[in-house]
């Protein structure tokens, strides 16, 4: 072999190390930024499942609560407004608000006249 041919070898050896030393790095920068990407998720997916954790505690505490006859009860009257035959219900309305500020007599309370609101309650159970 002449020496050119042996330089041109060469350089060819070179040109056949980088391009490889290249594709490994190409490899390993995307095997960093896979590894990357999965702590990421990781981290999102550890709070969302904490967090899951947090509200099937939470239901199955009010499961439990909810088992029990009279909470169930309790309950159902509350958020359905349902109440026993015979059973009187009082519903106390917010006095009508004007344009004018308003004066407060001191039994009232949050817009009520407490003093009203008794003798009304009174009123109807008919001990007044």
Do not use: C
Not at 34 to 52: A, D, I, P, V
Not at 92 to 119: A, H, M, W, Y
């Amino acid at each position: 072999m002449n020496n050119h041919m042996k330089v041109f070898l060469s350089k060819l050896k070179i040109v056949f190390a980088l391009f490889i030393i290249l594709l490994l790095s190409v490899a390993v920068f995307k095997a960093g930024y896979h590894f990357y990407l999965l702590r990421k998720n990781l981290k999102k997916y550890s709070f969302q499942l904490s967090s899951l954790k947090e509200r099937n505690k939470n239901i199955k505490r009010e499961i439990s609560y909810l088992n029990n006859p009279y909470n169930l009860e309790v309950e159902a009257r509350r958020q359905m407004n349902l109440f026993r035959k015979g059973e009187k219900v009082i519903v106390i309305l917010p006095q009508e608000k004007t344009t004018s500020s308003p004066v407060r007599d001191k039994g009232s309370f949050s817009g009520f006249n407490l003093r009203e609101v008794i003798r009304k309650v009174f009123r109807f159970l008919g001990l007044r």
